[in-house]
């Protein structure tokens, strides 16, 4: 089970996510398992519960689920949709596509608005798509602030906007899974009506919890709703959590590491953190500039500050460089998924991580460049390494 | 998070399930979570599912959700099934009533035998209702090996024989969460076609994976039934696993841990992990008669070797009973569910457990039967100890 | 590196030290070393030392060696005492012995009070052989407080009064490897010049730190001591404590996990950490009782509460006895050292124990009893679990 | 207990030691402790000692203390001497220092070759001094392998030739606290008597634990030695360890992570780990003359493969400088210690350490150069990048 090819030192875990967890997070989940159903399982669920709803900045439920951030896309729509509902989705790289996947796969029918995968949701499409349904076919709308496939930020807030100027009644949902905890995220202020999360990026856990933040309008559209559901019903969480106990067996040693990553964050402070998650992605942009290699986002106002993903000059292999870095400096490079196979690799640097840990990993990076025989300009680890003195 | 009443030493988890986790599970949780899509993993997941084949007894495909026990009842019913199909199930308990419900929730038609909770399937009662059936409009019959609630084993061979004998197509499906890996299951031998597990009892860890074994039959059923599925779709699992990964992201760390528990139960070999579970079952009941106070479980041919359910003497409340050890001997002992509630407490002796955990247990159950003024006859813990010794 | 035979469950380690530690304790222990030069270290220190000076019961200065505390012994010979000077050792048991070699070999002259291994410190002998010293050429009485070898507890107090009585100036020196954290001991107000303990049985630790507490009067006296001392000398740990640093490099991880033993004792409160140890000893001596198995210990008012030794039937071996336990029921329990090597085993019941876990050791000591053909009366295990019970 | 400033990420721990500990090891570490008289200690006791002698290169007998390597530097003086013996010591830096206080405290008569703290042990300077005692009244001559205040490395088959060229019999001590397991050390080939080492720097551990490696030389003349010896006397291990035991209680814990310690070496492989801390002392020393600032090693023959010394530009203050990476970097260098205080730091690049972690912490020190207005050429942490791409 050990690495195939023995590697001395920490390995760079630098794909977007699972991230690198905390030692104080892994040691949290090396507790002893205890009863589900006693007294301080209770308090640990209600300590968790209202730290939680801090990250997300809201004051209505959070539910969590065993299982991967997958699971909370799904939970996201068969709480809130019925059979043959419309659900407006957009484009944003593959990410979106493997949700609108799971839509499809539920029997919802999804208008789609095609993207490039180097920008984010154009809110004027939105807005466009519905004004074209006055009679409020659409019951949801469903984009991703952050996604993970590319690197691109969306503006929630301006989707949020654009559907106030269309007056039209479908719910937001959002995917938040590589930006909660990472960058500013306002589930309450923007407007979002369900908001799908998972452990393992900026709340710096293992994967294997879920989440979604409800609104109001989103637990009214659940009353009625149709879609067959069970295991993701929110309605068994929110009665049980009340007192601090689940509708069945949760996740127990993922939620003693989530009640000490929400213990880091606090310490830091949310400011704090997503300072450093612009500082850390700000440096890494200057190393890509300097390097003279294409940043796949093309917007500035969408760069993401948890990870960048880089375009490959033409006729280079993403993972092949991928593989010399792997065998020769321990460092996992996220790779391009779906359509961009190949073509980029992306960088994480997001939950755990520092100044020096980047350094490492983009000097990792420009090693790599230079073994694979990738064309580049030397100096973009310098470059970075100017930026981030500078912000000292 | 800590207790809410300071306990020194060690706590007894000896609800039925999570069961108590071994440090070296633990330890293994603790290692740092690695890229789900690198080498190192592949190799992991294709040396766990090799293993892991050996505890259902199958040649098969397993498939790992990183869900909850009650995921995999959702996932059993949801590769197989079509809206509407009739499924049979059988009362044994408060478990198999929660997978009627998941059915239920599902939109299938559950038949329902019921059942006194205080026997196991009665083969012939199966039979009977398939025979009922000559159209074959039942797809499934699903049934639980070990009802967690009561303490009751049922015969899974004598079902399928059952089914055999009716000539019956109905596929047959089978929740072993709270046997397998304690007590002999065979899915392949036994003609299972879905068996259901979680990672929280025999497999001593912590919650947070759910097993589906299938058979080639239920495979071939997963091809025409149109439950609507994404999460739970086995066959993206299938393909991946193949290679050694996951259609979505797995839960790393859980993995690691069942690395090492699969690993432990190799060690000491299944025979011998199966005969401890059998005599440390029978310790306990011999405090139960010693005790004078009741199985609930009334067929000796039944018992159940992973707990023991114990009913209250008349106008004895097992909760009350229940505090009482908690906050005075720091042992959590399972509660009465459903209809039992206050009326039995469940002792889970399963997973990492041996004779000195089991008498300091039923040591705990005695005093605890005596502070709380239970009537009962000293000398159970005794009987118990007389027992284990000579099985030396 | 495992057990040579498989067992499945926890060890039950019995021995009376190193004992159980808590899953607590080495998580501490788990977390990275850090620089042993840096300010948070410091405040680690200064924590720790203020923490552990309640302990000790003592305002004066404690110095935390990474040694044994065989080594705690040799330093506070080392620095208090000059060549040839004489020490009043008292033959309480096998460690009372070991620390008269530890004096030999550094040159002291030992005078030596023969003991029968069954009984405590007899003060009067004590003042006995100090008023047969009006000169004043014994420099230090040194003595065990808790005799680890055969469970007996000799009454400090009463020593230093003796002492005073005589109105001798020789230093008081006492072992509290044993009793420090389990028992009531106070440096300060029985007059102790120098208590010498270690990390692996009351403090809950593994073994790996020696402790001297020390009275102002020993400080004085090592200003002239001309004993050798390096490793051992107080002098330039004093200093160094101050800011929080050591004269060379501490064992880091070991105080990580001192520091949460510490926070673990004093949740507990240290008055009931006494209790429980009492409780639990009583307890055990319930079952001796009961099996008609004779305590080491004669004198009631010198039971040891951490440990008790029990005397074989003639005829009987003790360590085959606990071979028969360690290999059927996965205990250890100590041997007979010494000249009592055969003759008696030991209970460890001290540290992070509590009434189950009590309760398995004595059935498993009962179990072994019978299973090794060791003469006794069943029911001491029950006598025990009577005792418990009435303590609610 | 935590940081007194916040930091997210890991921690850089570049001080020369205690190292960076593997998880792998503080997983180790985080083991219940067993019964150190039992039989699965004596075998984890063998298998260590027998992979152990292959890091010191020798057949002979290891000792191990619960100690530091102070207490290992005693233990070969105390083992070896007789009060008033001549030992000859060579001031190398603070360490060579520190042995020779040692040495004096414990009433040897140090015989003191003064030297610059920036050379390594001159052999020549030892052949004249033996030549000048024909009578042998030199006892031994105690050299430190690679000073860990300086960087710099001695040439000890050297040191062994002059003596032998001398004819003179004094017993050759070398200390290798900083260089054992990170660089070529040969105990039996190059005739070394006692060999000095402790657990925190190459082999990984927390400190905790101090070592000595003996010829036959050593252990006939410790017959004779008559300095006082108890706690350090290595006959008593002897004996014990044979059998896999300890003449006192040993530090179990560290023992288990010394086993995991010596898996990992073996796995990479000696020669391996050699040239890995060549390569990253040879990048870190390209980053130096990048910088054009000074080692403080003069000689490249003895520049050390686990640690570099970095001579501060005059008027600059090295801890400032220290202070500024710590608090903006959250990296821990090493101070300049005994007389070149605030003159050097110093950079620890040995053990659980690779290209990557090198790379920030190389960084690191060239942004704490800027921010600390020390001047230097940018381009250092460049260079070590260029060169460590070309050894890929």
Chains 1, 2, 3, 4 share one sequence.
Not at 153 to 166: C, D, F, K, L
Not at 224 to 245: C, M, Q, T, V
Not at 347 to 355: E, T
Request: negative net charge.
């Amino acid at each position: 089970m050990d690495a195939l090819t023995f590697h001395e030192g920490r390995h760079f875990l630098q794909i977007p996510g699972p991230t690198n967890v905390p030692d104080r997070v892994l040691r949290a989940i090396n507790k002893p398992t205890i009863d589900h159903r006693g007294p301080e399982f209770a308090s640990l669920t209600l300590s968790v519960l209202s730290r939680l709803k801090k990250v997300f900045n809201t004051t209505g439920p959070v539910v969590m689920f065993p299982s991967s951030g997958t699971g909370a896309w799904e939970a996201a729509l068969v709480n809130t949709l019925s059979a043959g509902d419309r659900v407006l989705m957009y484009e944003t790289g593959q990410f979106a596509q493997l949700w609108r996947g799971v839509a499809e796969r539920l029997g919802l029918d999804v208008e789609w608005i095609e993207g490039d995968w180097r920008h984010g949701v154009d809110p004027a499409k939105i807005a466009e798509r519905l004004s074209a349904d006055p009679e409020g076919s659409i019951g949801a709308v469903a984009v991703v602030h952050n996604e993970t496939s590319t690197g691109v930020a969306s503006n929630i807030a301006g989707v949020r906007q654009a559907m106030n100027e269309a007056g039209h009644p479908a719910l937001l949902m959002v995917d938040t899974i590589s930006s909660l905890a990472s960058m500013d995220y306002r589930h309450d202020e923007w407007g979002v009506d369900v908001t799908v999360a998972g452990s393992q990026k900026g709340l710096m856990l293992p994967p294997g919890l879920g989440f979604n933040a409800l609104s109001d309008k989103a637990l009214q559209a659940s009353a009625s709703a149709n879609l067959r559901r069970s295991y993701w019903d929110w309605k068994p969480f929110i009665e049980a959590n009340k007192n601090g106990f689940f509708p069945y067996t949760p996740a127990t040693n993922l939620l003693f590491g989530l009640s000490e990553a929400l213990d880091i964050l606090m310490e830091e402070g949310l400011e704090a953190v997503f300072s450093r998650h612009a500082r850390l992605a700000r440096a890494t942009r200057g190393a890509l500039s300097a390097w003279r290699l294409e940043n796949l986002a093309v917007m500035p106002a969408e760069y993401s500050n948890s990870l960048t993903a880089v375009v490959m000059p033409e006729g280079h292999d993403a993972d092949k460089l991928r593989r010399v870095i792997l065998e020769r400096f321990d460092m996992s490079l996220g790779a391009g998924l779906g359509k961009v196979k190949g073509k980029i690799f992306r960088i994480g640097h997001l939950g755990h991580f520092n100044d020096l840990m980047l350094m490492g990993a983009l000097c990792g990076v420009e090693m790599g460049l230079k073994l694979a025989g990738v064309p580049h300009k030397e100096g973009g680890a310098s470059a970075a390494m100017r930026f981030l003195a500078e912000q000292g």
